[in-house]
């Protein structure tokens, strides 16, 4: 016992287990198909980049296809080696799961496969391109929902080995992250994102804190205990009787006309001061928020209805819904805005050759976030950069762009047989972006 105790405390075992953490798998177990017969698997990172023969061409000529289906929309786009964005296409799916108030499983699979042919063929029609002509496709693999997942990575594996083409596997997040460095698509400067940077991703399912050191290097400073930023947007939006998904931006406009000090004693900020670990993790947690959110909801109506008559009901329960959109969003707000700051602090004393703030997902939308960010980046002489907003939510530019930039450093799988089977597909559904920061205490989700 004092054996394995010494041999798991060991530099060496550390190391190995970085390595695992950051490939999301362990590098030195066999594939788990035959490399003859392997049809998708991670990006590889660290150790584990390799080390495949240069692609010909200069960027500006190469077409690079990159194909998104993660959770509920589907989404392709083509873009040049060097950043040019040729076509970008997505099929939305907000009206099949509003009647559900968020998404389906069953069904986002459903609609994946109805629209995946139809949007990967206007994705390379909008550019003039032919399949053949592409220098490789990128796909994400995860993290998302398996149903989904599989259908993007089949139809970009079916592509890959009829053509011969290689395939490069995406990190969801990592994509989100990835399309600051996007050039400028009015003059084709180079984007001002250079690694070291720190990035906060927000969004749907996800809610961290990694620094960045490079493409497929990252460090997790801060996860979610429970749900994310943007779940509990969608969540409090259903609650104030917005059916749009994603429900955010609809609540940041509801916001924008009510009180965000009306409930102040009611909506509190998470993991306040006298939490034992608040002061140095950079953790998240927005669960104990959104029921507080319900439960405000619940008391306020059934208070309107008992202090007015019923023919004002509809305009004083609309007045409260705003004022506790504006609350809400407020705290929310107040609250990645307080972790971000201890984050910045940590970094700078750790990393500070950091120049960057990057927030990428599709929270980086909502302006208030935005405007606080801005203050907590000029007040170190950071630079606070984020997507456009169409570029915020899932699409295919963010997948292709990532597929560019790992193409460019030689990581990408070969292609399949042209016989290959795809019956199976090795996706992601949760996937690890990179190593957990010790001080982190939020459980990070793996397959």
Not at 222 to 230: E, W
Not at 281 to 291: E, N
Request: hydrophobic share 40%.
């Amino acid at each position: 016992r004092r054996a394995r105790l010494r041999a798991t405390a060991s530099k060496r075992w550390s190391t190995a287990v970085r390595v695992w953490l950051a490939a999301g798998r362990m590098p030195d177990l066999p594939p788990l198909l035959p490399s003859s017969a392997r049809t998708m698997g991670p990006p590889r990172t660290g150790a584990e980049q390799a080390s495949w023969p240069p692609l010909h061409g200069i960027p500006a000529d190469w077409r690079v296809l990159g194909i998104e289906t993660s959770c509920d929309d589907t989404a392709a786009a083509v873009l040049t080696g060097d950043g040019r964005v040729l076509s970008n296409v997505l099929a939305s799916q907000a009206e099949i799961h509003g009647e559900w108030g968020g998404v389906k499983p069953d069904a986002a699979q459903a609609a994946h496969q109805e629209n995946i042919d139809h949007v990967v063929d206007a994705a390379l029609r909008h550019a003039g391109v032919n399949a053949e002509d592409l220098m490789g496709i990128a796909a994400t693999v995860g993290p998302g929902l398996s149903l989904c997942l599989q259908v993007g990575c089949r139809k970009a594996l079916s592509i890959a080995a009829k053509y011969q083409l290689p395939v490069v596997a995406v990190h969801h997040m990592e994509a989100h992250a990835m399309v600051t460095r996007l050039p400028d698509p009015a003059t084709g400067a180079p984007s001002a994102v250079q690694f070291p940077a720190l990035i906060l991703l927000v969004s749907g399912g996800h809610n961290m804190l990694v620094l960045t050191r490079a493409l497929g290097d990252h460090t997790i400073l801060g996860n979610t205990f429970d749900d994310s930023v943007g779940e509990a947007f969608d969540k409090t939006a259903r609650l104030l009787g917005i059916d749009a998904i994603p429900g955010g931006p609809q609540l940041e406009r509801m916001a924008a006309v009510g009180d965000p000090t009306m409930y102040a004693n009611d909506l509190t900020v998470p993991l306040s001061k006298k939490h034992k670990e608040a002061s140095y993790t950079c953790d998240f947690s927005y669960a104990g928020l959104k029921t507080n959110v319900r439960l405000l909801v619940e008391a306020e109506e059934q208070r309107v209805r008992a202090q007015y008559p019923e023919e004002e009901w509809e305009v004083q329960l609309q007045k409260m819904r705003c004022n506790v959109a504006a609350c809400f969003q407020h705290v929310a707000v107040e609250h990645l805005v307080n972790v971000v700051t201890r984050a910045v602090k940590q970094v700078k004393a750790s990393d500070p050759e950091v120049q960057h703030l990057v927030v990428a997902g599709g929270v980086a939308a909502n302006r208030t976030l935005h405007a606080r960010l801005q203050a907590v980046a000029d007040a170190v002489g950071w630079e606070l950069v984020c997507p456009p907003l169409h570029l915020c939510t899932d699409n295919g530019v963010m997948v292709a762009w990532t597929g560019v930039e790992r193409l460019k450093l030689g990581l990408y799988d070969p292609p399949p047989p042209q016989a290959a089977d795809l019956t199976y597909v090795d996706v992601r559904p949760r996937w690890p972006m990179g190593q957990q920061d010790y001080r982190s205490k939020a459980r990070i989700k793996r397959r």
